[in-house]
């Protein structure tokens, strides 16, 4: 019987395996959320469902603190965690896709402290009193990066698992900012009624776009190639920016992969 299955499956399409992708998701508005009718939406969870589509392959959104995403894309338990800023560090076990959104990661402070802390640099923080929160294993610059090495700045962060704490953290007076996309940081602060508390600072700290990092153990460059040529064809008909702006809050053009202007208060 299980020979005849087989033989089944070897020659009827329908009853083939199909190509299925497990993608890390958390809930991060506007990328990534549950919607009501419990499916995973947002402009991230929905490019990658369109670009697996016509690859013939089906997303299964796995969901997954940052941290633990790494780890399971490290181990291969993971195939897909978009939102990714390439590192040496991660290209050891990961291979990344063109840029898929660009939205730059920025100082938010509390507005008590905005005059006290106007800072040019990451550097100048380590010089200063400030409690910067930042979330495990998210790396937010090659900047920060190169920090993180150093004793006096790592005496100013706390570390946090998830940042809908460290907003709150921040308007209790625990930590005096935290670094976040932009888009991400004002609808959260937004949807928590915290925007009176806490505000976008002046310091940009990166501009680099996000990417869809693969797994070196479960998915081959082939692969990621054709990823690539699909979605370039997703951008190209049109298809990205219909995507994208269902989900941000910002006029989206294919040329910025983003909004076409900085996001404003």
């Known amino acids: 019987m299980s ?30 959320m549950r919607a009501e009718d419990g499916q995973i939406h947002g402009a ?3 490019l990658l469902r369109e670009v697996l589509k016509r690859m013939g392959c089906q997303a299964t959104f796995v969901e997954l603190p940052w941290a633990r995403g790494l780890r399971n894309l490290e181990k291969g338990s993971l195939d897909i965690l978009p939102g990714a800023l390439v590192t040496p560090e991660r290209e050891a076990f990961a291979y ?15 507005r008590r402290n905005a005059e006290r802390f106007r800072f040019n640099s ?15 294993g998210v790396v937010y610059s090659t900047e920060y990066v190169a920090l993180l090495k150093q004793p006096d700045f790592q005496q100013r962060t706390v570390a946090i698992s998830e940042r809908r704490g460290g907003w709150q ?15 991400t940081g004002l609808l959260e602060l937004q949807q928590l009624g915290l925007s009176a508390d806490i505000t976008r600072s ?8 996000a990417t869809a990092a ?12 054709r990823f690539n040529q699909t979605l370039a ?3 190209d008909d049109g298809t990205y920016v219909l995507i994208a702006q269902r989900h941000m809050p910002c006029p989206v053009s294919a040329a910025s992969l983003g909004c076409q202007q900085a996001a404003r208060e």
């Open 214 to 225: 693969f797994s070196r153990k479960s998915i081959d460059p082939q692969f990621v190639s």
């Open 122 to 136: 990451l550097e100048q923080l380590s010089h200063s009193p400030f409690r910067l929160g930042i979330q495990i």
């Open 96 to 110: 990344f896709s063109q840029p898929i959104h660009r939205s730059p990661n920025v100082l938010f402070v509390n």
């Open 233 to 235: 064809e997703v951008i």
């Open 169 to 183: 953290m921040i308007k209790a007076g625990r930590l005096d900012g935290m670094i976040a996309d932009e888009v």
């Open 202 to 209: 002046p310091l940009v700290v990166s501009e680099a776009p």
């Open 3 to 32: 020979a005849l299955c087989l033989l089944l499956a070897s020659s009827l399409p329908g009853l083939a395996l199909a190509c299925e992708k497990t993608v890390r998701w958390a809930n991060d508005p506007p990328y990534d």
């Open 44 to 46: 991230s969870a929905d």
